[in-house]
């Protein structure tokens, strides 16, 4: 989450929020998107995916898509929360991630008290492996155990050997509710993911929620499945490598494979590539799209289209 104290100027200027009438005052945002050359956007050659600018006219122009009111509603049938969301991820998409941490919840805030296996792992050796990252949606995200230091150093996996938590990780948390901006928050408490090593972590698709005042334990159990290539045509064969291609290789350095993060980097970069921009959920080093935008929010939905029905798999 953003703390209300701690707002990037450019942030503090687009909303008011009154906690009596709970009315949320929304300030149009003018933002200017970089021009560059798209296929150059991710440090790649990525001029497959390009489209010319007759297929943009054309989707622009086409009356198929002229209504779009599930997937990217037109602005005058939202409300003021949502248009102060949109306007909240543009700028947050326009800011460089390492500028976005101090404007969350730091961790020494955030964790009161961390034990692995009975040591502290706040401070003290086990605290370096400890890792931050940025997600659009929930802000600063902070990984245990991920097998890298915070510079994505290896680092050896600490592993639990015995159930309980008093052999595995115990956290008491602050989550400085307090600190809320109400009008972009829906809910109180951390949300947490469960994943391997090296794999990009998706805590709103894959993740479940904690709520604040409780004690919340979770067990696991590890199942491993290894596919038989028995006709030899060698299309079961483990690469847990992400494609270079592959846009959280590029900008989050991740380093296994996962379906999630494939489709969502399928989705990304196609996006770019087709409209100049792509959805603030897809790390593109620029500013995303502006989904109220009714040329852009029409590429967009054919994009999307495309994607699920298999046409670009």
């Known amino acids: 989450m953003i703390k209300n104290n701690r707002l990037p100027n450019e942030l503090s200027d687009v909303f008011t929020s009154n906690e009596t009438s709970q009315k949320v005052k929304y300030t149009e945002i003018n933002i200017t998107r970089d021009n560059k050359d798209k296929t150059e956007g991710y440090g790649f050659d990525y001029s497959e995916y390009a489209a010319d600018e007759q297929t943009k006219e054309n989707l622009e ?3 198929d898509y002229a209504e779009i009111s599930e997937e990217y ?3 005058s049938d939202v409300g003021e929360s949502t248009k102060l969301r949109q306007a909240v991820d543009l700028l947050i998409g326009s800011v460089d991630v390492r500028q976005l941490y101090d404007n969350g919840h730091s961790m020494e805030d ?3 008290s961390c034990s692995w296996k009975g040591l502290n792992c706040k401070n003290g050796k ?3 492996h400890w890792t931050q990252s940025w997600n659009y ?6 990984t245990f155990n991920n097998g890298v230091d915070k510079d994505k150093n290896p680092m050896r996996i600490l592993k639990a050997s015995k159930p309980g938590p008093s052999h595995g990780l115990t956290l008491q948390l602050d989550i400085e509710q307090s600190l809320y ?3 972009l928050t829906q809910g ?3 949300r947490v993911t469960l994943h391997e090593q090296g794999v990009m972590p998706f805590p709103y698709e894959d993740g479940f929620s904690v709520a604040p005042g409780m004690a919340t334990s979770v067990g696991l159990r590890k199942v491993m499945i290894k596919r038989l290539d028995g006709f030899n045509r060698r299309d079961c064969l483990t690469d847990p490598t992400p494609s270079k291609k592959n846009i959280y290789r590029i900008f989050s350095n991740i380093t296994n494979y996962s379906q999630q993060a494939c489709l969502n980097s399928c989705l990304g970069k196609t996006q770019w590539f087709t409209c100049g ?3 603030s959920a897809y790390p593109s080093g620029n500013i995303p799209c502006d989904a109220f935008n009714t040329k852009e929010s029409k590429i967009l939905l054919h994009v999307v289209n495309n994607i699920y029905s298999g046409s670009m798999l």
């Open 61 to 63: 122009n086409n009356d």
């Open 110 to 112: 955030l964790i009161k």
């Open 73 to 75: 509603p037109d602005k």
């Open 277 to 279: 921009c792509s959805e």
């Open 188 to 190: 109180a408490g951390v």
């Open 137 to 142: 949606k929930y802000g600063n995200c902070y």
């Open 126 to 128: 086990i605290s370096k």
């Open 181 to 183: 901006i109400g009008a």
